[in-house]
């Protein structure tokens, strides 16, 4: 079945440190690809997604590449803030019915000042 | 746009007791979903709606109950609340067509004493 892996936590970084989260995926077919952000307290919120091969999505200063050949897609950002420090989960959509999102465990970042 | 309400934030139960976790959303949104989220668990999947009038089973069902009231509305019972239910819960809902993305309501803390 389709599966999601993603680096564990936590991870602990000082302020403007370069950030990567790495995911790698198992899935048949085509899937789209997300990256969720859950702040303290908060539901999860969409961060960016990728429908396809080599798409890159981005939002907020944070990247990640739909890479087919390595199935990952890897999150980052080049100058991580105190406000950045959250949980990300990576999920993945199969496009066959209605399956629900599949989500990996989450990465909890924490950024000090 | 309200986008996915849920109710109550927090609510605090004796073992045994029940109570419905109330979600509903204003998106038009044919899917709509309930995940538990435990520390250090991630998200797990309780049961989802892929249309109204249909349920299904997701990975921990045992001890809840849903009903699609409309298009709007998934509510989640707990019959016979146990401690081992003490969680965040969370509703989603999710855009149809090419690309689905969930959109989450902000938790439902229950506590079972």
């Known amino acids: 079945g389709n599966s999601v892996t993603q680096m564990e936590g936590p991870v602990t970084l000082s302020e403007e440190a370069f950030l990567t989260i790495n995911c790698t995926y198992t899935a048949t077919g085509y899937p789209s690809l997300f990256w969720y952000v859950q702040y303290p307290g908060e539901g999860l919120q969409l961060l960016l997604k990728?429908?396809?091969?080599?798409d890159k999505g981005s939002n907020k200063g944070f990247e990640a590449t739909y890479r087919k050949e390595t199935t990952s897609f890897h999150l980052e950002k080049g100058s991580v803030q105190v406000s950045d420090s959250a949980v990300y989960f990576c999920?993945?959509?199969?496009?066959?019915?209605?399956?629900?999102?599949?989500f990996g465990k989450g990465t909890r970042l924490s950024v000090i000042a | 746009n309200a986008g996915v309400t849920q109710t109550p934030k927090f609510q605090v139960l004796k073992t045994g007791q029940s109570m419905t976790l109330q979600c509903a959303q204003d998106m038009n949104h044919n899917s709509m979903y309930w995940y538990r989220q435990d520390p250090g668990m991630g998200l797990r999947l309780i049961y989802y709606s892929a249309s109204e009038g249909t349920t299904d089973k997701g990975e921990v069902p045992n001890g809840y109950n849903v009903s699609r009231l409309n298009k709007r509305e998934f509510s989640l019972r707990l019959e016979s609340a146990a401690p081992s239910q003490t969680s965040v819960y969370f509703c989603?809902?999710?855009?149809?067509?090419?690309?689905?993305?969930?959109?989450f309501g902000p938790g439902t803390r229950l506590t079972v004493t």
């Open positions: 990728a429908t396809k091969a080599d």
């Open positions: 999920a993945l959509s199969d496009l066959v019915g209605n399956t629900p999102l599949v």
């Open positions: 989603a809902s999710r855009t149809s067509g090419s690309v689905h993305e969930q959109y």
